[in-house]
């Protein structure tokens, strides 16, 4: 029930909440916020709720009078914030990372304040320009050359669409843009070349962009899950002499599910040879880039026509922010710019009207909190954080590799750990399907086990058909403590579900 007489004078009008409303409110919000980040390790990462629980609790119909926002708020703390899965708990190791950092999360404040919407400069000059120095701030401090010009996105999954689709306007005499693909029957069909590891966002991107999934050739990948690239130029090779029209390879630096990482070096000349677009995929794997030490992991990618990065995996970079870097900016406005006439500015100078490289007419203002949080922590103090993640995760490496009754499943690049636990009644029986099938069983009950505990949650994946439990670390909170955490766990649970 609402209390009427707590609702606010500006409530009974037609107008905004009042200036002085929204300073308290907004103090109350900040002071939510602050708390949550204080105590998410008292929360329990998974909240012990079923679907449709959340749903139950609330009318089934929008209020018709105003409530107060006290009330609000009040029904935020009990109702939405203790029953989410909490992605900014430290013993949150699923999946990759994606954390907020404090000084993001002011930066999106400030800009939810601003509403800039990023269409074009005379709309939101200060948004464009700051855009402009982030991603040239962001490309130094990955160490790619100047010729990398980029924007931001929401997601790596609309980055490399964009990118695909560039890829697509390069074909010389396709023009898909103006005539579509559908009807033409004198061209050859399309085809995308990546690996069997490649993430499922570069098949959707085939979806969107008529290329079609029958469109993606899935290059074998090395004992190491990385894409062999002499049955690349095989497959490109056998295409053509089969009227396919290649036109794009993707190349990843950071798997999803192992961190592998393709030659990037060997792919790109096939692509230099062959007249191929070169898109490399860096979302989570990017970041480590600004390590200068670990700069040889991403050697070859100032070859690539267009590389994603995703700042909101492991640059604590607040839910959306996905750079896209690429080194023709005139095929990205020539692939998507449509200026109709109510959009048409007189060209005020030399800097970027994004509307024009992508889809999106509309465009959030992501820069803001990336301009904030590279300045507080400064090129030193972020590549000190990723460094550190890679340590840990260095460390663990060496427990699982010294634990009898488990071993890693692949190497370990980055943050991210693949292990397995194989009891020794079961070891060695490579071959045999029994064997392996209870091993699987037995990782998906230790899986289970972890996750279960509420202070440590992770993923698995299958790699060579084996299920794999992944550990990522990518967390400013994280540390030893928690790897720890996660190391006895995992053992105690291995115990249990062998003994079980
Ligand atoms: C996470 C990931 C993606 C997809 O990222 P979104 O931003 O969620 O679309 C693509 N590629 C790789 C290698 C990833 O790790």
């Known amino acids: 029930m609402t209390d009427a007489s707590r609702l606010h004078e500006a409530q009974r009008g037609l107008g905004d909440m009042s200036p002085a409303d929204f300073r308290d409110a907004g103090a109350r919000v900040v002071d939510q916020v602050a708390s949550y980040l204080a105590r998410l390790e008292t929360l329990p990462i998974l909240p012990p709720i079923q679907p449709g629980d959340i749903r139950r609790q609330f009318p089934s119909g929008p209020p018709l009078a105003p409530e107060p926002i006290e009330q609000i708020l009040d029904d935020y703390s009990r109702l939405i914030e203790p029953n989410i899965t909490h992605w900014q708990h430290p013993g949150f190791m699923a999946y990759f990372a994606?954390?907020?950092?404090?000084?993001?999360?002011?930066?999106?404040?400030?800009?939810?304040?601003?509403?800039?919407?990023?269409?074009?400069?005379?709309?939101?000059?200060?948004?464009?320009?700051?855009?402009?120095?982030?991603?040239?701030?962001?490309?130094?401090?990955?160490?790619?050359?100047?010729?990398?010009?980029?924007?931001?996105?929401?997601?790596?999954?609309?980055?490399?669409?964009?990118?695909?689709?560039?890829?697509?306007?390069?074909?010389?005499?396709?023009?898909?843009?103006?005539?579509?693909?559908?009807?033409?029957?004198?061209?050859?069909?399309?085809?995308?070349?990546?690996?069997?590891?490649?993430?499922?966002?570069?098949?959707?991107?085939?979806?969107?962009?008529?290329?079609?999934?029958?469109?993606?050739?899935?290059?074998?990948?090395?004992?190491?899950?990385?894409?062999?690239?002499?049955?690349?130029?095989?497959?490109?090779?056998?295409?053509?002499?089969?009227?396919?029209?290649p036109f794009c390879v993707v190349a990843t630096i950071g798997t999803t599910s192992s961190t592998s990482i393709d030659p990037v070096p060997a792919i790109a000349a096939i692509c230099r040879e062959e007249r191929l677009w070169l898109h490399v995929d860096a979302a989570y794997g990017g970041a480590a880039a600004v390590v200068p030490e670990m700069r040889p992991l991403f050697e070859g990618w100032e070859l690539a026509d267009s590389i994603v990065v995703n700042p909101h995996k492991w640059l604590f970079t607040p839910f959306d922010a996905s750079l896209l870097l690429f080194r023709s900016p005139e095929v990205f406005r020539d692939a998507f710019s449509l200026v109709p006439e109510y959009l048409r500015v007189k060209r005020e100078g030399e800097a970027h009207d994004y509307h024009e490289y992508g889809i999106q007419l509309g465009r959030r203002f992501r820069a803001l909190k990336l301009w904030m949080l590279i300045r507080y922590f400064g090129a030193d103090g972020l590549a000190a954080r990723v460094r550190e993640h890679c340590r840990m995760a260095q460390e663990l490496s060496g427990w699982v590799d010294a634990e009898p009754g488990f071993e890693r499943v692949a190497p370990t690049p980055f943050s991210t750990v693949c292990l397995r636990h194989v009891p020794a009644e079961l070891a060695g029986r490579e071959e045999d399907a029994d064997a392996q099938q209870k091993i699987d069983a037995l990782n998906e009950a230790i899986l289970e086990r972890v996750n279960r505990s509420g202070q440590i949650f992770l993923s698995h994946t299958r790699l060579r058909g084996r299920y794999t439990i992944r550990v990522t670390l990518g967390n400013p909170r994280q540390t030893m403590e928690h790897v720890h955490r996660c190391w006895t766990l995992l053992k105690e649970a291995a115990s249990s579900a062998s003994s079980g």
């Open 98 to 245: 994606s954390v907020a950092s404090g000084p993001g999360i002011l930066g999106e404040w400030l800009a939810a304040g601003l509403n800039s919407n990023v269409m074009f400069w005379r709309n939101a000059p200060a948004s464009t320009e700051v855009e402009e120095v982030t991603v040239d701030w962001l490309r130094q401090l990955f160490g790619l050359p100047a010729v990398f010009d980029g924007m931001f996105t929401d997601t790596a999954s609309v980055s490399s669409l964009l990118a695909v689709v560039a890829a697509r306007h390069a074909v010389p005499g396709l023009d898909a843009r103006d005539e579509g693909l559908a009807g033409r029957p004198e061209l050859g069909r399309l085809r995308i070349y990546c690996s069997t590891e490649t993430h499922s966002s570069v098949e959707k991107a085939a979806i969107v962009a008529g290329v079609g999934r029958a469109g993606v050739r899935r290059v074998p990948v090395d004992d190491d899950f990385r894409m062999r690239p002499e049955l690349l130029a095989e497959a490109i090779r056998e295409d053509r002499a089969a009227g396919w029209l």
